[in-house]
């Protein structure tokens, strides 16, 4: 009789503990299960969240990936820069029903945390920290949503390269882990070199939307500096098909493009002011 009162209890603890989970993992059982060297262990390898929620019938992967202030993918990072990272769980199967996730940056060399996440106007994610410092990133409950955007500041010049680890969940809501399914990921970050910044000092960050174009679009511009520049747009031939001078301010700029009489195909527009330059491809359906 014993016995079964004990067992009972374990598994009404086990199960308030795995709700409890649902409010994230370092939060609730002051754990890093992303897969990550320096993770919970079991067998000698790292935890992810497939250790409990990868029973079916609900699949899902995780894609980690780094952006920057344009919204572009990175496989670089300039040192004190703001970025993105972003946690995608693509899920499929029955009662899916929200979504979660934990993720933390390691310094490459000797797999140290970097705590460059915040909580900046958070919506559907936390910062946790748990014992012997670790920091991450993590659902704030179940989330209806299936991409999590965490604010990320990159370390001081000489970190060198960076991963981002990240384990993530689709789940059904039953109250445990089955019948949920779980993946995990991660991404590598090399530290931009002196040269690579100074290039990257004289780019323009052209965006234009929407791209492909039907009719009309609209160039978007970031962290102009204010002064003349030219723009030009060619064809796939490399034949002229317009230009136009601008006198553009500081800031972020929004300009017209006059894409409606032009001919299907490829472009290609090029924004030019003295030594700073920017390129960008367009598709017209």
Not at 181 to 202: C, D, H, I, N, Q
Request: aromatic fraction near 8%.
């Amino acid at each position: 009789m014993l016995r079964l009162v004990v067992l009972l209890f374990l598994g009404i603890f086990t199960s308030f503990l795995l709700l409890g989970n649902k409010n994230g993992r370092a939060s609730q059982a002051q754990r890093g299960n992303t897969g990550a060297p320096g993770d919970e262990t079991q067998g000698g390898q790292p935890v992810t969240c497939m250790a409990c929620h990868n029973q079916g019938p609900i699949l899902a992967s995780v894609a980690v990936s780094v952006l920057d202030s344009s919204n572009n993918p990175v496989t670089q990072y300039i040192p004190g820069n703001k970025y993105t990272a972003r946690v995608t769980i693509t899920a499929t199967g029955a009662n899916l029903n929200g979504y979660g996730f934990q993720m933390i940056a390691l310094r490459d060399n000797g797999n140290t945390d970097l705590d460059g996440f915040s909580d900046v106007n958070p919506n559907n994610y936390k910062i946790a920290t748990i014992p012997g410092g670790r920091t991450y990133a993590e659902h704030n409950n179940i989330s209806p949503t299936n991409t999590f955007n965490v604010t990320w500041t990159a370390p001081p010049s000489g970190t060198g390269s960076v991963t981002f680890y990240a384990a993530g969940n689709g789940v059904n809501s039953n109250g445990t882990t089955s019948g949920d399914g779980a993946g995990f990921g991660s991404v590598k970050l090399t530290e931009m070199s002196t040269a690579t910044k100074e290039l990257a000092g004289r780019t323009l960050q052209l965006n234009v939307f929407p791209n492909p174009i039907q009719s009309e679009s609209t160039l978007y511009l970031e962290n102009l500096e204010a002064g003349a520049y030219q723009m030009t747009v060619f064809d796939v031939h490399g034949q002229r098909v317009w230009e136009a001078p601008q006198q553009l301010p500081e800031g972020a700029v929004r300009l017209p493009l006059p894409t409606a009489a032009w001919s299907p195909g490829i472009y290609f527009l090029q924004l030019v002011s003295g030594e700073k330059a920017g390129n960008v491809k367009i598709l017209k359906l």
